[in-house]
């Protein structure tokens, strides 16, 4: 039990991962106004890369300049940046490290103000506590949906060309492929809406743009909400089909997690003894593992070593999936591999005491990014951080970089 950690993984494509700890994707926002990259990136995985983690998996990268999910995102369009992404690379996969590049395209689920228009699915905004914060989307035209499936493809070929190890699909917590899933949010009539499989098939021509464009021995995988507990919404049942047309079709790794801004899972909710277990989507993981032969990953709760070996001698899953212990300590890792445990305990929840903020995951989102920015200027973190002030200095940066993003567009 105690040599689980430290084992190595062969995923389909015959790409070996060192170790059983993933960091799972969090939100850097530490582009260029304009969304370019910028060198502190490459300070940051620096520091996660000497931190032991086998598989480094980075926050969501857009592949449309138009469509941002937040202030600071970076963009991958076309290769201008290609000697930063090549050090941001060369950092992150250093001391044996795999790093994986997360390709994203927010759909509606991007701020107010931030872009000059926002698109879906369907013209179906969210719910009346999140109508303040995002407009009303546009539906998309079939012809937009082929040009973002072909930005999917093209932004993974220039993952590849700057030394990335992988790419993996953000299909999950609610932005564009999530929506697509959603029979709540995608209320299309034509071939990506209407049946299951129909809301499928962007996801499954986004996972085939890719594979086109990098070839067979570069891996892809998926981050995919278990479900998105919402009526209506992407179910459990609908998430184990789209699994096994994933598998079929020869997807290398599947992340799972689970929930949306409208309903956050990945954030709140959870029952006392999920949390006492720790991997918050593991009974979900070991329905998925009696399908398909395809690798998983399970994200969410794991705290202690223990937690992680347990979950990994089930044979439920193959891979641990660690983000917020790395965002105050990016030595996390190496702590857990020797046989210690986290040098900080993560707070259980980030709240203000402002109800209609503490009841969504938009503070967590907030909180960790500021940690995360002090780790990229080579700053300590700060793990007791107040939430209350933490916010202030969030809401004051946001509407101020949302303004100097719409500008520099302009």
């Known amino acids: 039990m105690s040599d ?90 250093a001391h044996g490290t795999a790093c994986w590049m997360q390709l994203n395209h927010p759909g509606k689920q991007a701020p107010k103000g931030l872009n000059q228009e926002t698109v879906a699915p369907s013209a179906i905004g969210f719910g009346e506590e999140l109508s303040r914060f995002f407009d009303v989307p546009r539906e998309l035209t079939l012809a937009e949906i082929e040009d973002i499936i072909r930005r999917f493809g093209q932004a993974a070929a220039l993952a590849k060309e700057a030394g990335f190890s992988g790419v993996q699909i953000h299909g999950a917590h609610g932005y564009l492929v999530s929506q697509f899933l959603s029979a709540r949010h995608n209320q299309r009539q034509d071939s990506f809406g209407g049946s299951e499989a129909n809301r499928r098939r962007f996801v499954l021509d986004v996972y085939r743009s890719i594979r086109e464009a990098v070839g067979p021995d570069f891996p892809v995988g998926i981050k995919l909400n278990s479900a998105d507990f919402q009526k209506g919404g992407f179910s459990e049942e609908e998430s184990m089909h789209l699994i096994d047309a994933l598998s079929e079709v020869g997807i290398d790794l599947i992340e799972i997690s689970g929930g949306t801004y409208e309903s956050p899972k990945m954030s709140v909710g959870i029952k006392q003894s999920t949390r006492e277990r720790e991997a918050y989507f593991l009974d979900f993981a070991e329905k998925v593992r009696a399908r398909v032969k395809t690798p998983l990953m399970v994200t969410g709760g794991f705290r202690t070593r223990q937690g992680m070996l347990d979950a990994l001698g089930s044979g439920s899953l193959d891979i641990i999936g660690v983000a917020r212990p790395l965002a105050i300590d990016p030595q996390f890792s190496a702590r857990i591999l020797k046989g210690g445990e986290a040098q900080y305990s993560t707070p259980e929840r980030i709240t203000t005491g402002i109800a209609a903020i503490d009841r969504m995951a938009l503070m967590e989102v907030a909180w960790y990014g500021r940690q995360l920015r002090r780790l990229a200027a080579g700053k300590a973190t700060k793990p007791r951080e107040s939430a209350l002030a933490s916010l202030t200095k969030v809401l004051l940066a946001s509407g101020w970089n949302t303004y100097r993003t719409r500008r520099a567009r302009a």
């Open 4 to 93: 689980l950690l430290l084992q190595p993984l062969t995923l389909p494509n015959g790409t070996s991962l060192r170790n059983r700890l993933a960091k799972s994707a969090m939100s850097e926002a530490l582009g260029t106004v304009d969304n370019h990259v910028t060198d502190a990136l490459a300070r940051l995985y620096a520091a996660w890369s000497a931190g032991g983690t086998g598989l480094l998996i980075t926050g969501n990268v857009m592949v449309d300049r138009r469509a941002l999910g937040e202030p600071h995102n970076v963009v991958l369009e076309n290769d201008k940046d290609m000697p930063l992404l090549k050090a941001w690379a060369k950092a992150a996969t």
